[in-house]
């Protein structure tokens, strides 16, 4: 290509052989040539760089549009034709707001106002193409261009439809749902003005239109309420606004000629810039509600004036009737040895119905005790083949003038149970003296044993059995199978129904198993203890026994190793040795360690150890005296135990004092 030098070059030479006239001539044309082809290589340079732009702007994914500050369109993409619905052949610079409608019918001069300001990068907002079906949706961004001094506005397009029509299904259940709920819900502005009102809030379509953009005053006027409704909604709303929290009201209305009780909250909504854009509240009618709670609060007043009425009629009863009863009974039994045979008999008949009433007397009092839930059990550690021996020998010689043989069969020596000592034995006598009394052939035999985590007592009779249809009954109150007045049998049919009644208040269960004329048998089950002490043994407490015989410690860890960690102090010094050294859980003290010390000296002198101020410390006393325990609590022990040592009260004293946290903490 010829340089610019050459040129000039020459166009000398050609001058140096002109006329003038040529020469002027020749030079114009010379400069004209020279501009044309400056301009040329202009144009070419122009022409590549706009291929090139309009190569990489068709590339856009994104549907996108240049337009000038009028919104004349400049440059398209393919994908913002097909959106838009803008063909080829369209002019290029028709207006882009006459091709999509703005959902905030915004003007062009109102998009650079807004892009004016330094706070705006871009505007967005949601428009329709008016090329494009009714539900089509886009969202528009507008952001500001400039390119050699010439500023443009860049358009770009998200198509939203899909997202949209989400969102309006949302919504659409959004008031299905507030349109169906049973709460009343309303939206108001921070100033009181209603923006949304649900059809369970006001029925009549005409009138929560009316409603929108106006206030609780206004809806007073028009109803024909009282202001006091609006004044007390105007002051729950303000206070649910300055709190920044949910407020609870009640209020009464008569809509209707009926009175109603509405509980309304008011729930502040905060925007993003932290500021209460609209309160929502939510109103349900608590008219049955508050009805039922009148007539509950009525029934409970009925029910406590019965139980009080009940509970004086038990109290009367049990001195009006228990204390004759005695004297009945103690005269009889006092006259007897001092009047003839012929008359005695009638006063052994006066003794034994005595105790019959008083038996069933107390029965009734007891089951009515149970169901009021007005007696406590004081659970310990008991050992239910013991008790049932127990049991036995009370119930023999009964056994034996009715020429029945009464037997146990103990699978184990210890069972192991955690309830009320009375009342396991109430429950096992009961059962027994059930079946003396409906056997008159054979006998009863006790069985004792345990699987897993139950314990298990069966009373097993060879008498009159039970028909099924009245198996279902035999455990409700004053409920027997023969209840006629020529029944054979004595009794109200109050003993099951007390025994099952206690059973369940020690987590416990009885059923019954029997054919008629074919004997039954009585079914108790308990729960074990040993379950919980192997489990607690997986973390043995740890237990000090500072007494001064080394044999003590001997038989304590012999008879409860298998549960506790012993260790032994023989002197009030050893036990403060092992106060720096051990963590305990429990102190077991002998009242003799210090043989100067008075029991209530020697816990001071164990309580100025800090290590043992918190830990439980109960005495080993020498003397089974009444009242010494109440006396020892009182000084501060936390229990005691009294010599010889029995396994099941030093089983009982630290199962009760050893609490799970101990465990845990001792390993």
Known sequence: MIGVGGVFLFAAAVLSYLTPLSLVLATATFFFALLAWIAWRRLGRWKRATTRWRSFFESIGNPAVITDLDGRILECTASARTVLGFARNMRRSRHLLSLIEPGEKLSIEQILKKLGNEDEEDVTFEAHPTGS???????????????????????????????????????????????NTPLEVA???????????????????????????????????????????????????????????TVFFEENLVVD???????????????????????????????????????????REEV??????????????????????????????????????????????????????????????????????????QAEIVNLSDEVREVLRSVQSVADRRGLFLRVNVAQPEILVRADRGAVFRCIRNLVDNAVKFTTDGGILLDVSASYEYAYLRVMDSGVGIEENAKEDVFEAFSQEDAGLERSFEGVGLGLA?????????????????????????????????????????????????????????????????????????SLEELAEHASSSIFDVILVDSRLHPDLEPHHLLESIHAIPEFQSIPSILIDHQQLPGRKAQYTRQGWDDCVAKPLSKLDLLNVLYTHCGESSHVSAT
């Open 187 to 245: 939206i108001l502005s921070p100033d009181g003005r209603y923006l949304y009102l649900s059809s369970s809030f006001i029925a009549d379509e005409r009138r929560r239109e009316w409603l929108i953009g106006r206030t609780d005053f206004d809806y007073c006027k028009e109803s024909g309420l009282h202001l006091e409704l609006a004044l007390r909604r105007r002051a729950h709303r303000v206070e649910s606004i300055d709190r920044r929290e």
């Open 304 to 377: 406590l004036k019965s139980a009080k009425l009940k509970e004086s009629l038990l109290q009367n009863v049990s001195h009006e009737i228990r204390t004759p009863l005695a004297g009945i009974i103690g005269t009889a039994q006092m006259l007897q040895p001092d009047v003839p045979e012929s008359i005695r008999d009638f006063l052994v008949n006066i003794e034994d119905n005595g105790r019959r009433l008083a038996e069933t007397l107390n029965e009734m009092l007891d089951l009515a005790g149970l169901q009021a839930e007005n007696v406590e059990m």
């Open 133 to 179: 079906a009714d539900d089509v949706r886009l969202r528009v961004h507008v952001s500001m261009m400039s390119d050699t001094n010439v500023e443009r506005l860049v358009w770009s397009f998200d198509d939203v439809t899909e997202f949209r029509q989400q969102i309006d299904q949302y919504e659409a259940f959004l008031d299905h749902l507030i349109r």
């Open 498 to 570: 007390v025994t099952k009644q206690i059973l369940a208040t020690m987590d416990g269960e009885i059923r019954v198993h029997s054919r008629k004329g074919a004997g039954s048998s009585f079914v108790v089950r308990l729960p074990l203890v040993e379950p919980e002490l192997r489990r607690r043994g997986e973390w043995k407490s740890r237990v000090l026994v500072a007494d001064p015989h080394k044999e003590t410690h001997r038989i304590i860890s012999h008879m409860l190793s298998d549960y506790f960690e012993f260790e032994a102090a023989h």
């Open 257 to 299: 000629g009926e009175e109603r009780r509405l509980a309304w909250r008011y729930c502040p909504f905060i925007d993003a810039e932290n500021d209460v854009a609209m309160v929502v509240g939510f109103g349900v009618d608590i008219t049955d509600l508050v009805r039922c709670r009148t007539e509950l609060a009525d029934a």
